[in-house]
């Protein structure tokens, strides 16, 4: 079990494309989800989190969580815009943090991220489909990488883990390192996963929005000493609002998996079969560039979900942290109209 004890905060307002906490002044219990038919909420779990603003049945909850992203990209849109202005008129600049200020009242609101994630597991309950290493976990085995018959176990990188427990039952040979921006449970570590280095120490030093301590610092050294087996970003992508800081997450897998790793990228089905900007070619296309090969893919109803082979070989963006190579390249694979009819979201990946 990892040793990291993650510190719980609430959300007060988002800083930076990133959002910021306050320390809350009483860790927040796990949100009790019951095994039956209607999904029963332990109220007192919720802390600042209202039972009203989860909403009363799922299709409103959902409607909940699409607005919360709308107002994530909305958010993203106006730190870009204020950059490009920096320097500028300031009554223009003034402009735009007032509705920066706006945006982030709202999200804070609804309860912040930690509202979004409370929401998101009620998603992941049983009645709802389960959360997504049920299709992942089977995929692995039709691989037989659970029959590796020497060596350590299958070292698994769950990014927006909001839960440890996802791969619990396959803990004989799945070793899972969970991650979140804002840690719902103390088996999941609080760690940005754009900020992991593997084999540094530079990573762990710019981790935590909290102050760690030596002990949890010197644990995440341990922990991403050694490139991974599987990276999971499963809804994760989505989440970011800005187009080139997502394909800095498909880099970042790049960068994190070891040779022959595996990619497991969980995607709204709306963002590949609605946008105007990304289909699965295009994604393809994006995913071959950065050195994945796709070994599966399945469309449900609601998500699109992808399994990729790395072949570090093929990967042409390759420096050992995403973040450097966003900075310094033009983009190769830049916000291009695929399909004009309306009624089409936005959704894009830029790398
Ligand atoms: C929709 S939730 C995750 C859902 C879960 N993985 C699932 O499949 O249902 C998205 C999560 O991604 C986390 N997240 C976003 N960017 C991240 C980053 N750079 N590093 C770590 N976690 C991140 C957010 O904090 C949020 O909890």
Redesign the pocket.
Known sequence: MPRTKAKRRVPVTAIKGRFAYKEAPVPLPPIHISGQEKVAIDTSALGSVALGKMGKTSADTRRRINHFHVLIKQYSKLEAKKRICDGGDSEHISAIDREIDRVSREMAEMGG?DW??KA?LL??CKQRGG??SRWLVPKLRELGVDKRQAGPRLRLLD????SCMNYAKERKWIDVTP????SQEPGVHQ????DIVIGSESAQSKAGYNQQTDEELDDKVDLFNTPFDVVCL???VN??GDPSRRGD?LKQAACVLANDGLLFL?LPLSCVCNSRYLDDDRLQQINQHLGFTELYKHHTAKLAHYLYRLDKGKYRDGTSNSKVTAKGSAPQFKKRLLFSEPGRNNFSIVV
Do not use: P, R
Request: charged letters at 10%; a negative charge.
């Open positions: 991220l979004y994630q998101s998603g992941q959360d997504t990014v927006g883990a909001l991650i979140d921006l804002n760690q940005d996963f754009l499963s809804l994760v989440f970011i997450m969980v």
